[in-house]
């Protein structure tokens, strides 16, 4: 079993950034993919960014791109979403999730989540 628990989350205004962070425990496999999904209220999870865990492959979805940065840190089994410039669109629950494999985009594709941590973003 992999456990995730997801921090950093909270009330900003337009422009403004906040860091994210993902942290594993558990099970451990050797090939895992961990992505950052949200979820705003009425609309479906999706993949807002992702990353090979072991050799740091980054997948972006078009409308955080030059916005937010995906990273790990190996030694402390914790991923993190670094996110600036904050747009009233990217209020959501953000969501951690890894999967076993390669990283996809689609959210059932993933095997364990986390709890979630709100993002609200004020105009």
């Known amino acids: 079993q992999v456990r995730l628990e997801e921090s950093g989350g909270g009330l900003v205004q337009a422009g403004g950034s906040l860091r994210l962070s993902c942290a594993a425990s558990?099970?451990?496999?050797?090939?895992?993919?961990m992505g950052w999904f949200r979820q705003a209220p009425g609309k479906e999870r999706e993949l807002v960014a992702s990353?090979?865990?072991?050799?740091?492959?980054?997948y972006y979805t078009d409308s955080v791109k030059g916005r937010f940065a995906i990273s790990r840190d190996s030694a402390n089994n914790t991923v993190y979403l670094q996110m600036n410039s904050l747009k009233p669109e990217d209020t959501a629950v953000y969501y951690c999730g890894v999967r076993v494999g390669a990283p996809t985009t689609g959210a059932s594709t993933y095997n364990y989540w986390g709890q979630g941590t709100q993002v609200t973003v004020s105009s």
């Open positions: 558990g099970r451990t496999f050797s090939n895992v993919a």
């Open positions: 990353i090979r865990y072991s050799g740091g492959n980054t």
